[in-house]
């Protein structure tokens, strides 16, 4: 069974960092693509970021360009997102989902999701 | 504002088809595949139709996907209570940022 849990997430101060994971289970993490997306709060979704299977590349929306940094342990079938310079804009719930293919599959969506996180940045 | 444009809403009554439109433009949804989400209130999102026009296993022949140009849709036949959600378009965009843009959902109402 595919399993995805995210974690880390809570609440910061705007301006301060924060890291979510994503363990995986039920695949071979090291041959997929993974992708985060955020909603948030009575919004659609938000696509933040992808990283290829083994983490040559990487592509972010411009709304988290220079602020987020996708990475991944192939070694520890783990996904991470870095987010620094946390805006109040950034609040909502970020989800980690999975392609539906192998390989190099960045732009083929997503098909397994995880349950999401939830990232609060108030003062 | 979304890159590919949805419209917020669309109702039917039980057994009914409806669509939902997808619109973007060459640089993403005429020249890459498109995907379909639906998601409930306080759920995560789970993909409905994949690669413009298929479907994952356990997902009913109801749910249908199709492609022209820049547009795409969404088909739900034999509408069901139980399919009152919200419904994501989504696909690849080569422009200088590239990256997956998603529309902006539409609420679909079972009346």
């Known amino acids: 069974q595919v399993h995805l849990v995210e974690s880390g997430g809570g609440v910061v101060q705007p301006g301060g960092s924060l890291r979510l994971s994503c363990a995986v289970s039920?695949?071979?993490?090291?041959?997929?693509?993974m992708h985060w997306v955020r909603q948030a709060p009575g919004k659609g979704l938000e696509w933040m970021a992808v990283?290829?299977?083994?983490?040559?590349?990487?592509y972010y929306a411009d709304s988290v360009k220079g602020r987020f940094t996708i990475s991944r342990d192939n070694s520890k079938n783990t996904l991470y997102l870095q987010m620094n310079s946390l805006r109040p804009e950034d609040t909502a719930v970020y989800y980690c989902a999975r392609p539906p293919y192998s390989g190099n599959s960045e732009h083929y969506g997503m098909d397994v999701w995880g349950q999401g996180t939830t990232v609060t940045v108030s003062s | 504002q979304s890159v590919l444009t949805q419209p917020p809403s669309v109702s039917a009554v039980p057994g009914q088809r409806v669509t939902i439109s997808c619109s973007g433009s060459?640089?993403?949804?005429?020249?890459?595949?498109v995907s379909w989400y639906q998601q409930f209130p306080g759920t995560a999102p789970k993909v409905l139709i994949y690669d413009n026009n298929k479907r994952p296993s356990g997902i009913p022949d109801r749910f249908s996907g199709s492609k022209s140009g820049t547009s795409a849709t969404l088909g739900i036949s034999g509408l069901q209570p139980g399919d009152e959600a919200d419904y994501y378009c989504g696909t690849w965009d080569t422009t200088l940022s590239a990256g997956w843009v998603f529309g902006g959902g539409t609420k679909l109402t079972v009346l």
């Open positions: 039920g695949f071979t993490f090291k041959s997929y693509a």
């Open positions: 060459s640089s993403n949804i005429r020249s890459n595949y």
């Open positions: 990283i290829s299977y083994d983490g040559s590349s990487k």
